[in-house]
């Protein structure tokens, strides 16, 4: 039996566009052993390779603060924090 918690990724902007969606479920498993920011947007990779260059350029933040790609996620997924993907905006 599988024991891996599902994780939800909140989308936004253009990534949000580009799948008709405003989340993404995968399983924390998916994440690998270091469990970091750089290993979800590889898992969002695997799921959706066609994202590439919007994934690539995004931010993974964690509650309500980005956090660094090497950072490591453990702490946010037993605790049950907030994830989101979020893309390069410019505005004015």
Avoid: Q, Y
Avoid at 31 to 42: I, M, Y
Avoid at 58 to 67: E, I, K, L, M, P
């Amino acid at each position: 039996m599988n024991d891996s918690k599902s994780i939800e990724i909140r989308l936004f902007a253009g990534i949000r566009e580009a799948m008709g969606m405003e989340s993404i479920r995968i399983a924390s498993d998916d994440l690998g052993d270091a469990k970091s920011a750089a290993n979800l947007k590889e898992a969002i990779l695997r799921l959706h390779p066609e994202l590439r260059p919007l994934v690539s350029a995004s931010r993974v933040a964690v509650g309500n603060a980005f956090v660094a790609d090497e950072d490591r996620l453990e702490s946010a997924l037993e605790t049950g924090k907030t994830f989101a993907l979020i893309p390069p905006v410019s505005g004015g």
